[in-house]
C-alpha cells in the first residue's frame, strides 16, 4: 500500500510548514493449521521518504517539492558500474574476432 501523509505541523513566526511524506508498506501473515497443532507468522515493512513540504501563511499556500540528488546520483553510479564493464566485454571480443595486420 502507498499512501502520501501529512506530518505535525511546525510553526515558523506567521507559517506553518507541513511536511509530507511518502510511506510504503508491505505485509503479508501466513496462518497454518493442521492436526494438534496451530502456527502463524508474519513479516513486513515500511518505507518512509520525504516528498515535499508545504508552507502555508494567512495569505498564500506553496508546496516545496524535495528531490533526492543523492539517490539519483548514486543510480547513476549503479548504472555506469553495470554498462560500463559490459563495454569493455563487447570492445575485447570484438578485437579478437578482427585478424591481426601485418
Do not use: N
Not at 1 to 27: A, F, N, S, W
Amino acid at each position: 500500500m502507498i499512501e502520501v501523509i501529512e506530518g505535525e505541523p511546525i510553526r515558523v513566526r506567521q507559517r506553518k510548514l507541513l511536511p509530507l511524506v511518502r510511506v510504503e508498506t508491505h505485509v503479508r501473515r501466513q496462518a497454518f493449521v493442521g492436526a494438534g497443532r496451530l502456527a502463524g507468522r508474519g513479516h513486513g515493512y515500511v518505507h518512509m521518504r520525504p516528498v515535499a513540504i508545504v508552507e502555508r501563511s494567512e495569505t498564500e499556500e506553496r508546496r516545496i517539492e524535495i528531490h533526492d540528488r543523492t539517490g539519483q546520483a548514486l543510480s547513476g553510479l549503479l548504472l555506469a558500474a553495470c554498462v560500463i564493464p559490459l563495454l569493455f566485454l563487447l570492445a575485447v571480443r570484438l578485437a579478437h574476432k578482427q585478424p591481426a595486420a601485418r
